[in-house]
């Protein structure tokens, strides 16, 4: 296939990282091996572990250091600062995400469609497909999922067009950010990469999903019991519910997607949360009343940061 890149075209990666030093000392010796990559801009979002001094030592790379304001916050800065370089194209990923030595050329191959605003590589975990792209939205059925045509059910070997992607390798076109902006920096976690994707095929643009292009995702593997991992993962579950409900809301087409879609999900957790305060300490009364006020923000459309 013909090659689209000129000499010319300028190729930021940005990298957004938060007290996962090792991970990100990976991630940027596989980014150094992808060609042509004219910068890399690394968001430290207050990381305590180190990165920052790492980061110092390292004057090739473009630093800015946050607080931190979560995955979406990140992007939004890095995004803004790759764009204001003068990326053409802008690699967007976390730190826990390794692309191959010909991750990019895969990548940039396919960069001749003006009508595509994202390239999407594929994910390996463990050297199978890693994927929760998919290829349509259903915004008229509250009972069913958001996310339609997933891409991990099916056997796609060839360039695909979907409506969904990651914030783990997106490839964006300059132009799109010209046109839709910014990600949303307010949602913090979840939901943020989908909110981009929708804003961008609504502006006219298409994602396609390229399986040649790959990346390598980390797998965390943790030996705690279920009460460890929850109480571990509790705070997140707010943003889940609260993100979600948003987008139900603010894209869906008729009341049953605005408002019973998120009120499914929330009461699925507030279950969870009041099970487990019966039998563990998983869990606190106040969780409920906390989980139905994030449902309630996400109806109300007020994002931030929880506490």
Known sequence: MEEHWKENMRVIA????????????????CLRKNEPLSGIVVVNNGST?????????EPSLHVISQENVGGSGGFHTGIAEAYKLG??????MDDDVFPRPDCLKSLLRHSGRKDVGILAPRRLMEGKIYTNDFQGLDLTRPFASLYKGRLAKMNV???????GTAFEGPFIRREVVDKIGLPTKE????????DYCIRTVQAGYKIMYIPEALMDKEKFFSGDSWKERSKKKKWKR?????????????YGKNWGVRYLRGFN???GYILIAFL?????????WSDIARFWRAYRDGLAERLGKYQ
Request: glycine share 6%.
């Open 14 to 29: 940005v990298v957004v990282t938060y007290n996962r030093l090792e991970l990100l000392k990976r991630n940027i010796s």
């Open 49 to 57: 572990d180190g990165t920052a001094e790492w980061l110092a030592g």
């Open 87 to 92: 990326a053409d194209w802008i690699w967007c």
């Open 157 to 163: 070997t060839g360039p695909t067009e979907i409506c």
């Open 187 to 194: 949602l913090f976690i979840f939901c943020d990469d989908t």
């Open 238 to 250: 707010f943003y889940q519910v609260r993100n979600s409900t948003y987008l139900n809301h603010h």
């Open 265 to 267: 999900g929330v009461i």
């Open 276 to 284: 487990a305060c019966l039998f563990s300490d998983a869990y606190q």
